[in-house]
């Protein structure tokens, strides 16, 4: 007799084209608000950017700071492991730079601003749940030197952030 | 992060098993022909997070516990599963074992009453059309519950194979159980349901199945699951369900637990997901299920590929499903399998993730025959960078199945 026993999941049919960024953020926008404003120690609110991948970005002189939406982190769950990108290395806007996986999931960071990373967050590495606790304060990821600060005039900032979670719901 | 790239990435990982994306970003026209299962207020009123696995409305998880939490939970108490999804069906008449036998490897004859096991349906190139578990239900008809993704191509087959068989004159009749399925998962499943339950659990071993009542309600209680652990599969009037979830859950031991943690349990347990570890191309041979095959079968050759499946059981099969642990980042559906020097391909893991109880990466996949090894040691290829890791004997934890008092 079996001392296997019996698959019983099966595969999802879901529709393999929906973007991520379609999903709805699962806490209200108040809370969402109200956390970067009490959490911004050094930056007044409206000084944190946004990508439509849902990454966060500081900006102090040609220095930028990179995180991941508070809206991000409760989509992607628990998160289990990081991979941050090389101190030193350089990337281009849009280009994969690292990863974060949560234990449905694997998902790439995209690099929301050109330059060369001067600081990981190891903290992370060490502790990726960090994310998930505190995604716009201790939960950062990594820190770019700019090589186009213009590039920042392209992202969102909060309220035009939180209309289009909204009108992408 | 999250772009379209990404999200394509993510969607792709989680494709054959629950997606992660919330149901309300599906389109109004997809949710309309989304299925819900009995439970599906019942989960809703208990915040779960609802996806949609197999055309139907599922929940991954509940609010206030991650996968995690949950599958440990699971670990050592006991967790309540929706899986009325499934497909459950009767198999009725006077020819119905030999009717089954057709279809499938079981020495279906043979079975003790009130006894099930793990069967398969195979094709005729000897690959597998679905996992099931058959049950020989001392009622007199056959008790066969599959999976929810195979639901129309099971349905289909089986009622139009016994067609084929009554024009030949024997007495077969398919008729689906319109019922729920609850499955309640761990090591304390008994001390929840002895109580409400009119029959002794210790004498219900692993994949015996009875009519019996638990909580007053009519069910049928079959010792089985996809967790590793002791527990039973509970089939009940559609709107009994949500009442006797409700018993279940009023003892403090038991968790709802949904979709997410429901695969990573099954993954430490070393046990296929349909459609990922095993399709229409997998023989049981390579999948490692030929134990599956009683020697009767064998003998008889009378499923469908019988000749290639034998064939392979005597010449063996040139790639294999094998266990891997390994550490760093998870290894996932897909990704490539190298040779410790990392110099050859050699296979491609088929489900994978990070084990809860191990605190390390499991994952399965099929590996070329000479490389299968247990103890051997192989490199995976993530984003680019290897990983080392090992073929490890599966299941990946000890399993908690009650064979009787000993």
Same mark, same amino acid.
């Given at each position: 007799m079996a001392t296997t026993a019996v698959a019983k999941l099966t595969r999802v049919f879901a529709? /393999?084209?929906?973007?991520?960024?379609k999903c709805r953020p699962l806490i209200p926008q108040s809370k969402v608000l109200l956390r970067s404003y009490t959490l911004s120690a050094t930056k007044l609110a409206n000084d944190r950017y946004f990508t439509k991948d849902h990454e966060w970005v500081t900006v102090d002189g040609g220095e930028a700071t990179v995180g991941i939406s508070d809206h991000a982190q409760t989509n992607l769950g628990e998160i289990v492991f990081v991979q941050l990108p090389d101190v030193s290395s350089e990337f281009s806007l849009g280009e994969e730079c690292g990863a974060l996986e949560s234990v449905k999931a694997a998902s790439d960071i995209i690099c929301p601003l050109s330059g060369k990373v001067?600081? /990981? =967050?190891?903290a992370v590495e060490d502790d990726p749940t960090k994310i998930n606790q505190s995604p716009y304060d201790d939960g950062w990821l990594f820190k770019l030197e700019m090589t =186009?600060?213009? #590039?920042? #005039?392209e992202l969102m900032n909060e309220d035009e952030y939180h209309k289009f979670l909204k009108e992408d719901d | 992060m999250f772009s379209q790239r990404l999200a394509l990435n993510r969607i792709h990982q989680l494709s054959k098993f629950a997606? %992660?994306? *919330? +149901?309300?970003?599906?389109s109004a026209r997809t949710m309309a022909i989304q299925k819900k299962t009995c439970l599906y207020d019942f989960h809703v009123q208990n915040d779960g997070k609802m996806v949609n696995f197999a055309g139907f409305s599922m929940p991954v998880q509940y609010k206030g516990l991650s996968i995690t939490d949950s599958h440990l939970h699971t670990r050592r108490n006991a967790s309540i599963f929706d899986v009325s999804h499934m497909l459950q069906t009767k198999i009725l008449g006077n020819d119905r074992e030999e009717f089954f036998e057709k279809l499938t490897v079981s020495d279906v004859k043979n079975l003790a009453e009130g006894q099930g096991t793990l069967s398969l349906f195979t094709n +005729?190139?000897?690959?597998?059309?679905d996992d099931l578990i058959v049950t020989k239900a001392a009622e007199g008809y056959l008790y066969v519950v599959s999976n929810a993704g195979c639901l129309e191509k099971d349905l289909e087959y089986m009622q139009k194979a016994a067609k084929n068989f009554r024009d030949q004159g024997k007495d077969v009749q398919v008729e689906v159980v319109k019922n729920g399925l609850l499955a309640l998962q761990g090591p304390k499943m008994k001390d929840v349901l002895q109580p409400l339950i009119d029959c002794q659990l210790s004498e219900l071993t692993f994949m015996r199945s009875v009519l019996t009542r638990v909580a007053g309600i009519d069910c049928r209680v079959t010792?089985? @699951?996809?967790? @590793? +652990?002791?527990g039973v599969e509970i089939s009940v009037a559609e709107n009994q369900a949500a009442i006797l979830a409700e018993k279940l859950l009023d003892n403090p031991l038991t968790r709802l637990a949904g979709l997410g943690a429901r695969d990573t349990l099954r993954l430490e347990a070393g046990l296929c997901l349909y459609g990922n570890d095993m399709?229409? +191309?997998?023989t049981p041979v390579e999948a490692v299920l030929?134990?599956? %095959? *009683?020697k009767r079968r064998r003998l008889d @050759?009378?499923? *469908? @590929?019988a000749s290639i499946i034998n064939r392979q059981l005597k010449e063996g099969a040139t790639k294999k499903r094998v266990g891997f642990l390994s550490k760093g980042p998870p290894v996932r559906e897909g990704t490539v399998i190298l040779n410790e020097e990392g110099t050859e391909e050699i296979g491609k893991i088929t489900s994978g993730c990070p084990s809860p109880s191990l605190k390390q990466n499991v994952s399965m996949g099929y590996i070329m025959k000479n490389h299968s090894k247990i103890g051997s040691k192989v490199r995976f290829l993530v984003r680019k960078k290897f990983v080392d890791g090992a073929i490890v004997k599966m299941p990946f934890v000890p399993m908690g199945y009650y064979h009787g008092e000993k």
């Open positions: 529709p /393999k084209l929906v973007s991520y960024a001067f600081a /990981k =967050n190891s =186009n600060t213009k #590039e920042v #005039e | 997606s %992660i994306i *919330p +149901e309300h970003v599906f +005729e190139k000897g690959g597998i059309e010792r089985c @699951g996809y967790t @590793g +652990e002791d399709n229409g +191309e997998t030929a134990w599956t %095959i *009683p @050759g009378k499923f *469908p @590929g």
